[in-house]
């Protein structure tokens, strides 16, 4: 498979795989209803960085080992189920903002560097990515193809996710939603520390299989 055809098909799986429901959409849409647009885009874009987590391991050939390796999966569930136990935790522990508060803009906000971390390690700890990776990039390399072909489709998906993310988080910061959700913010933290709790659990309960 050649270069561009790789590219075409990646972008197809891809975007179908980020625009599942799961940890990531859960926290970018967390993020931008609470804290807004610029909080949203900030995790989109650890989100995204966080993949090169995956393809760095993949382009080393070590995704077929963690995809195979019972001991390597149990510590990935682990960290990645006890960290989505944490995010929900600390969302179910939200406080109502004060009306004065949102009234004048003032609600504080984490820093950047740190709504990218909570993207970034939401994403790298992901415990279904060695398989999912492993299997999409058995499908478009080839023996005879260049390993560049690895970064650059690497690269790729990652600006597909960023730009998936984005959208999502453009869509849910327009004045009319931000108007509803402002006053409903520590809710809306509460029910999406719910569902993070959730996974969270199912994920440390979850077979390896």
């Known amino acids: 498979m050649d270069l561009a055809q790789g590219l075409l098909l990646i972008t197809s799986v891809h975007l179908l795989a980020a625009a599942s429901p799961g940890p990531d959409f859960v926290l970018v849409s967390q993020q931008t209803l609470c804290n807004g647009k610029r909080a949203g885009l900030f995790c989109s874009l650890g989100i995204a960085l966080g993949l090169s987590?995956?393809?760095?391991?993949?382009?080393?050939?070590l995704a077929a080992l963690i995809a195979n390796s019972a001991?390597?999966?149990?510590?990935?569930?682990?960290?990645?189920?006890?960290?989505l136990i944490y995010l929900g935790i600390s969302g179910l522990r939200a406080k109502a903002t004060k009306q004065a508060a949102i009234a004048t803009g003032k609600v504080a906000q984490d820093s950047a560097f740190k709504t990218i971390g909570l993207g970034f390690l939401c994403n790298a700890l992901n415990p279904k990515a060695p398989i999912y990776f492993i299997s999409l990039f058995t499908i478009v390399i080839s023996q005879s193809s260049p390993?560049?072909?690895l970064f650059i489709y690497?690269?790729?998906?990652?600006?597909l996710q960023f730009m998936w993310f984005a959208f999502v988080t453009l869509l849910l910061s327009s004045p009319v939603i931000t108007a509803k959700f402002h006053f409903l913010g520590h809710w809306i933290n509460r029910i999406t520390g719910s569902a993070m709790l959730l996974l969270g659990i199912n994920l440390l309960f979850s077979s390896n299989s």
Do not use: D, E, N, P
Not at 53 to 61: A, K, P
Not at 71 to 83: C, M, N, P, R
Not at 154 to 159: A, I, P, R, T
């Open 53 to 61: 987590v995956h393809i760095l391991y993949s382009v080393f050939g």
């Open 154 to 159: 690497g690269l790729w998906m990652m600006v």
């Open 147 to 149: 390993t560049q072909y």
């Open 71 to 83: 001991s390597a999966l149990w510590v990935i569930k682990l960290l990645g189920g006890s960290y």
